[in-house]
């Protein structure tokens, strides 16, 4: 048997606490407290009180005030700080405790409350764009901003078309992704926006756009960006016109703050269904390499993965570091062509133009293990997908290495993965 506790508090409709009905008071005090408790709240068909007032449907002068019954039950451990906060909500009514012995408690993860809809999420401080803005006014506008897209609007403030960094890559003639970018030097930026200053969103943008309305669910509108493949959604009010933006940080960032302490739950003996962990969303097709692979076998490998990232693992397969490419970028001098020569360009924490000679022969001669990062944030494949999204959230990053008790490591996981687990859906 497991010990919980029952308060009920025997109320009516007219009771208030800080200008909300009581009953409200209480859901939204329990709900925000995520523990394992519930909460139920009834309304009498009649009923009296002590000073001689009667409560009846049958007249409508007596059906004024009809009475309430909130009922909530929830651990012993937890009664304490439960009492604190509903004690001085009840000005006008009883409130009674019980001890229960409760034979099982079973919950289902949801992700995040169903009631929530994209205006309670969104982020309504958005900038924007005309067809007629120049690309590399674009891209000056991405450069700060925590968003990769930016919505395209008519003279209506009408989304009619949005451009990502997708599109500035694929159509516009971004040759550097905008991560890398922001850490280039004047002359590096110049090189790269001035062949797209002759250019307008016009031509680049993707369309038709797809929108979501700010007073629909939220789950509708993840369930739209999973079933169309969009990152990030504008959102429009009644009139069509531009209300806010919709991302998955924005998503991710409801998850922290409504998801309850599911560990906790599990120490309490509640029997949560439906949770999902990082290995059900590893990405097991992650390149590895030794520390003595050389750099030239690792630009390749870079080169070919859409992960962006290269793991250096010991030959028991522990991890011992990462590369991305801004690692690489102080193994380019300056007279090097194309990609690599504006890579060279930008401002980095170690030494610039380490290769002072042939590079291949550099290349060939420098190992993964001088280059790799050591600092690094990992998550454990058991760990709760809710944990993984406030790793990620905390550390800002996109991508995050998966290790075993061991340290040996597992693969990698993302934002995408993560929102389609969190609904369900398997990549």
Known sequence: MLKYKA???????????????VADAAMQYIQKLKIAARCVVSRGVAGCSESGEIATDRLEVLSVSMPIRIYIILPAAEIERVLDGLEPMVNDGIMVLHDLD?????????????????????????????????????????????????PVLDQKSRPVGVVTQGDLIRK????????????????CRKEVLDPMSSRQA????????????????????????????????????????????????????????????????????????????????????????????????????????????VAVVDPEGRLLGLIADRDLLSYFKSGQEGFWHRLANITHPSQQNVCHGDLQQCLLETTAGQVMQTTFVTVHE??????????????GV???????????????INRDSLLRTGFGIRS
Not at 382 to 395: G, P, R
């Open 382 to 395: 058991d760990m709760l997908i809710e944990n993984a999204i406030s790793q990620m959230v905390d550390k």
């Open 172 to 187: 516009g003639g971004l040759s550097l992704r905008l991560g890398l970018l922001t850490e280039c030097d004047a002359q």
């Open 7 to 21: 308060v009920e508090i025997f109320t009516n409709e007219e009771a208030r606490y800080r200008n909300k009905p």
């Open 202 to 309: 016009e031509e680049v943008m993707t369309k038709p756009v797809i929108l979501i309305a700010e007073n629909k669910l939220l789950a509708e509108a993840v369930d739209l960006m999973l079933r169309t493949g969009v990152k990030r959604l504008p959102v429009v009010d009644e009139k069509g016109k531009l209300s806010g933006m919709l991302s998955r940080l924005d998503i991710f960032n409801t998850v922290m703050r409504e998801t309850p302490d599911w560990k906790a739950f599990g120490e309490q003996k509640v029997e949560v269904g439906d949770l999902k962990r990082v290995e059900d969303i590893l990405r097991r097709d992650t390149h590895t390499v030794s520390p003595e692979t050389t750099l030239d076998e690792v630009m390749r490998i870079i080169d070919s993965s859409d992960i962006q990232r």
């Open 102 to 150: 409760v034979i099982c408690h079973r919950a289902r993860n949801a992700f995040f409350p169903r009631q929530l809809m994209v205006r309670d999420v969104m982020t309504t401080d958005v900038a924007s764009i005309t067809i007629t803005t120049r690309l590399s006014d674009v891209v000056k506008l991405l450069l700060p901003s925590i968003f990769n897209g930016v």
């Open 398 to 412: 996109k991508r995050l290495p998966v290790v075993d008790e061991e340290g040996c490591f597992q693969g990698m």
